[in-house]
Each structure stands twice: as structure tokens, then as C-alpha cells.
T-cell receptor, first 116, second 109 residues
Framework: NAGVTQTPKFQVLKTGQSMTLQCAQD?????MYWYRQDPGMGLRLIYY???????DKGEVPNGYNVSRLNKREFSLRLESAAPSQTSVYFC???????????????FGEGSRLTVL | LAKTTQPISMDSYEGQEVNITCSHN???????ITWYQQFPSQGPRFIIQ???TKVTNEVASLFIPADRKSSTLSLPRVSLSDTAVYYC??????????FGTGTRLTVIP
């Protein structure tokens, strides 16, 4: 029972390099999310995907791009990494119930990214 | 936008009941209130959710007054393992989930 799986778990980049964080869920959820969490801070929503084929910006989308590859997978790309993007990145998924959204999110273990 | 406001931190002794209150003045009619727990180096974990009055599960209770503009998470008889950050979450729409800064609970022996 894997739930939400993120890769890689750790990554060190140099300023200007690019990379993609991968996320996959096996719960057949429609919605997927990418958050970042800076040290001692709360989570901030970067992008989300309400369903396969759709993506929308969250609170802090600048410097990131996303792809909802299929229902299972949602990737986050940093085209030109900056030190300000040093953070822990969490992927999450949820199921939206008809009539009333219940809000239960299932999170991955996180990807720790350092940009030098 | 149903933004939430919580105390930044709380301390409690082991064995005591802890109540953490969250304000969400702009909550919409169909919004649920959800609480999460986060340990260091882990993703948040769902604790409890409710719409109105009181909800109880094996971990916590959630109290929601009639106007739904606030909610209180109650943790009975906390232990050291309950030391964590607790987030109150009120979706702003069907899929727009914003976390606040959370409440850092420290349980003291």
C-alpha cells in the first residue's frame, strides 16, 4: 500500500540547473497538489491539478511548471533553480466527493531540495 | 478566501487536555474544517474533519460552534509523542487547499 510516492527524496542542485520532481499516487484520486515548506514555516501551495489534464496555480507558482501526465502522476519542474527554491517539497492527492468537498489530503514523504 | 488564524505555539504537560482554536471568519456554506498533524521531516497527516457541532474519533475531538467561524481541536491526555505542528484547513473551493502557519504544540514531561 504505497499511497503517494515522491522521487527523489534528496537532491542538490547548482543555481541555474533544472530538475523534475516526480509524484505518483495509487489511490485513484482525481486531485493532486504540490506544496513547498521552508524551514520552520507552514506549507504553501505551488500548483494543483483538479483532474487529469488540468492544472492551476496556487500561492507561489513562480519559477515552477507542472505536468499532470496521467491520473496517477503529477510532476513539478524547476527550469532554472535558484537558492530561494531550497525547500522541502510535498506532493499530495485527494478525492473530491460530489456535493461537498471533504478536504482529506494524503501526503508523500517529501523531497528535500538544496540549491547552491 | 477562507483564511485561517491559529496560535503560533502552545506548551502543555503530559496527561493534560489540549485545546487548539482556529478562526475562519470567511468560511463558506459548503466548506468542511479539517485538521492535520505534522511531525518533523514528515508530510502532514489527517487527524479529523467536521462540518458542525462535534466530531470525535480515536485521536481527537473537533468542536464547531453554530456560526462555524471558529473550531477547536481537542487532544485528550497528551503524551510526548503528540509534540508536532497542527494545521487547521478550510478549503477555499473544490480543490484549492491552503495551509496556514499552524500551531506548534510542545508536550513537556
Amino acid at each position: 500500500n504505497a499511497g503517494v510516492t515522491q522521487t527523489p527524496k534528496f537532491q542538490v542542485l547548482k543555481t541555474g540547473q533544472s530538475m523534475t520532481l516526480q509524484c505518483a499516487q495509487d489511490m485513484n484520486h482525481n486531485s493532486m497538489y504540490w506544496y513547498r515548506q521552508d524551514p520552520g514555516m507552514g506549507l504553501r501551495l505551488i500548483y494543483y491539478s483538479a483532474s487529469e489534464g488540468t492544472t492551476d496555480k496556487g500561492e507561489v507558482p513562480n519559477g515552477y511548471n507542472v505536468s499532470r501526465l496521467n491520473k496517477r502522476e503529477f510532476s513539478l519542474r524547476l527550469e532554472s533553480a535558484a537558492p530561494s527554491q531550497t525547500s522541502v517539497y510535498f506532493c499530495a492527492s485527494s478525492e473530491v466527493e460530489t456535493g461537498a468537498y471533504t478536504g482529506e489530503l494524503f501526503f508523500g514523504e517529501g523531497s528535500r531540495l538544496t540549491v547552491l | 478566501l477562507a483564511k485561517t488564524t491559529q496560535p503560533i505555539s502552545m506548551d502543555s504537560y503530559e496527561g493534560q487536555e489540549v485545546n487548539i482554536t482556529c478562526s475562519h471568519n470567511n468560511i463558506a456554506t459548503n466548506d468542511y474544517i479539517t485538521w492535520y498533524q505534522q511531525f518533523p521531516s514528515q508530510g502532514p497527516r489527517f487527524i479529523i474533519q467536521g462540518y458542525k457541532t462535534k466530531v470525535t474519533n480515536e485521536v481527537a475531538s473537533l468542536f464547531i460552534p453554530a456560526d462555524r467561524k471558529s473550531s477547536t481541536l481537542s487532544l485528550p491526555r497528551v503524551s510526548l509523542s503528540d509534540t508536532a505542528v497542527y494545521y487547521c484547513l478550510v478549503p477555499t473551493g473544490a480543490n484549492n487547499l491552503f495551509f496556514g502557519t499552524g500551531t506548534r504544540l510542545t508536550v513537556i514531561p
